[in-house]
């Protein structure tokens, strides 16, 4: 069974540009969160969706946006990036609200 | 608001020799608390869950941790480390058994030694 996949997994960008990740959940995972991780601020949650509705959010600024899909794939979505985007970004899926959480391996960016 | 505390950032170690990664955790409400490990360039791993019960859990790898509510603590530990256990071990809390919405620590890296 094929884990969660991130694409792409290595990026750089430019200050003010913007950029939109991938996530593709294990197959019958309808769940999707991402995460945030830089070495200042560690492991930060974005937010979630499960059947393409966003039911949690973190505390982020509105530069960071997602969707989700109706075959649960998610994208996120950075605007106007800063340096300080610059992170290594973590999307996990999950079947339903009480199963185990599995992590991709990240799409790391950096904005130059 | 929740908040985890993992007390050391790196833990130097032997081969074979018994570890333990500290994790304290502080909330206002009933808490929900998990170890992942990260390898060099990859996700996160679940390890372990306390979710409610016996305040034991076995995960992993070897791995254990002991969930004691009147210190807030989490600690994670292994008997006899190997080489390969060498990584990132991020303690998390949620307050609700789906694991959503994760408040991780900042992460121990834990370092071992032939």
């Known amino acids: 069974k094929a884990g969660v996949t991130q694409t792409p997994r290595y990026l750089i960008k430019t200050r003010g540009q913007q950029v939109t990740l991938s996530c593709s959940p294990i197959?019958?995972?309808?769940?999707v969160s991402w995460y945030q991780q830089t070495p200042g601020q560690g492991l930060q949650f974005l937010f979630e969706?499960?059947?393409?509705?966003?039911?949690n959010k973190g505390n982020f600024p509105g530069r960071f946006s997602g969707r989700q899909f109706s075959n649960s794939r998610s994208e996120m979505n950075v605007s106007t990036l800063e340096l300080g985007d610059s992170a290594l970004y973590l999307c996990?899926?999950?079947?339903?609200?009480?199963?185990?959480?599995?992590f991709g391996p990240g799409t790391r960016l950096t904005v130059l | 608001a929740q908040s985890v505390t993992q007390l050391d950032s790196q833990v130097p170690v032997f081969e074979e020799a018994p570890v333990e990664l500290r994790c304290n955790y502080s909330s206002s409400v009933s808490v929900y608390l998990f170890w992942y490990v990260q390898y060099p360039n990859q996700g996160l791993q679940l390890l372990l869950k306390y979710l409610s019960g016996s305040t034991l859990v076995k995960g992993i790898n070897g791995f254990e941790a002991e969930f004691n509510k009147s210190q807030t603590s989490f600690h994670l530990r292994k008997p006899s480390v190997h080489i390969s256990d060498t990584a990132e071990y991020f303690c998390?809390?949620?307050?609700?058994?789906?694991?959503?919405?994760?408040?991780f620590g900042g992460g121990t890296r834990l370092m071992v030694k032939p």
């Open positions: 996990a899926s999950k079947r339903d609200v009480t199963d185990t959480q599995y």
């Open positions: 998390a809390v949620s307050e609700n058994n789906a694991g959503n919405m994760l408040t």
């Open positions: 969706y499960f059947s393409e509705t966003q039911r």
């Open positions: 197959s019958g995972h309808r769940s």
